[in-house]
């Protein structure tokens, strides 16, 4: 029973091994340029052709950047099919050419692989010539005209972001990202330099940068805006640091109606930071001009805001310190 199983598949596989070399006999594979001669950079197609019987597997080449020396390839077709009358099948593909130089360029014979039942086999198109001729110029014909440079189209914002704007976006992240780092060093610095300076309690700080502000004599050189700008940066400062609000964010308004509703600001210290405050935004906000008189008397509301708000064994210290000192009535010789 073996022996004739095994005699049965030898026949099957004889008879199958001629009929697929018949198949494959019908077989046949062809090159054609669609021009013979053309220009330098000029495209040709190159076409290949391969006609094989129905039902077998054709693998066409696929070509790198250059078919021949001089010789590029641009581009590389999809297949085609077509049905023949006989039952054949006819399969193509273009490759499209072109050549910078002037010549003649023997193209290779390109190799078409059959996938069939029996193994692979190839197939080898004819080999072909390219003819490659430089463009030919006549300086005496005055139709050539003069050789022109290229031409300027202007800035074209899609292409250069099309070509740039993935980098440029880098680079505007990491510009962004070191100022904001430099940023953040800078105030981390400036912090550090400002804690390890001396510094006097608020109230006489305050003080201090009053006497240096009436030292200035800004609104008696015609600085008036400058001068209530200091003013009132001296005061929002002080209340900073006094009261814990954040004075430099807040609007005059808003300053008011803190201090109004704090229980550590009497009324009279409240009553002298209002006026202040309206005379500044009047000065700075209205353009307008206060009188000599007015600009000294803010000058003593400020002084007299520190003064009603400064910390009451602060203030009984100070105006002990101020009683002891000798007067012309009590000092003797």
Request: net charge negative; charged share 25%.
């Amino acid at each position: 029973m073996r022996r004739n199983l095994s005699l049965a598949l030898l026949l099957a596989f004889c008879w199958a091994a001629p009929a697929s070399a018949q198949r494959l006999d019908q077989a046949m594979a062809r090159a054609q340029l669609s021009q013979q001669e053309v220009v330098t950079m000029q495209r040709d197609t190159l076409w290949l052709w391969v006609e094989v019987p129905a039902g077998t597997a054709v693998a066409f080449p696929e070509l790198g950047d250059t078919l021949a020396a001089h010789v590029e390839v641009r581009q590389q077709f999809v297949v085609d099919t077509t049905a023949l009358a006989d039952g054949r099948l006819r399969l193509r593909r273009g490759y499209l050419l072109a050549s910078d130089r002037g010549g003649q360029y023997a193209l290779p014979r390109l190799p078409v692989v059959l996938l069939a039942p029996a193994g692979p086999d190839t197939l080898f198109a004819d080999s072909l010539r390219l003819v490659v001729s430089e463009p030919e110029i006549d300086p005496s014909n005055p139709s050539m005209g003069d050789l022109k440079g290229p031409e300027n189209t202007g800035f074209d914002f899609d292409e250069f972001w099309a070509l740039y704007g993935w980098w440029l976006s880098i680079l505007l992240l990491v510009l962004a990202a070191g100022l904001f780092l430099w940023m953040r060093w800078l105030a981390r610095k400036r912090k550090a330099e400002a804690d390890a300076l001396p510094r006097y309690p608020p109230h006489v700080e305050a003080r201090m940068s009053l006497e240096a502000l009436a030292a200035k004599q800004l609104w008696q050189n015609n600085q008036v805006k400058e001068y209530y700008s200091e003013l009132t940066d001296i005061l929002r400062h002080y209340l900073e640091r006094r009261f814990g609000i954040n004075a430099m964010e807040l609007t005059s308004h808003q300053i008011a109606l803190k201090a109004k509703y704090d229980q550590r600001v009497p009324e009279k210290a409240y009553i002298a930071l209002k006026r202040v405050l309206e005379s500044s935004d009047l000065a700075k906000f209205a353009k307008a001009t206060p009188q000599p008189q007015e600009n000294e008397a803010n000058l003593a509301h400020a002084h007299a805001f520190v003064d009603e708000t400064a910390p009451q064994e602060t203030a009984e210290a100070d105006a002990a310190e101020n009683d002891s000192k000798p007067t012309p009535e009590n000092h003797r010789p």
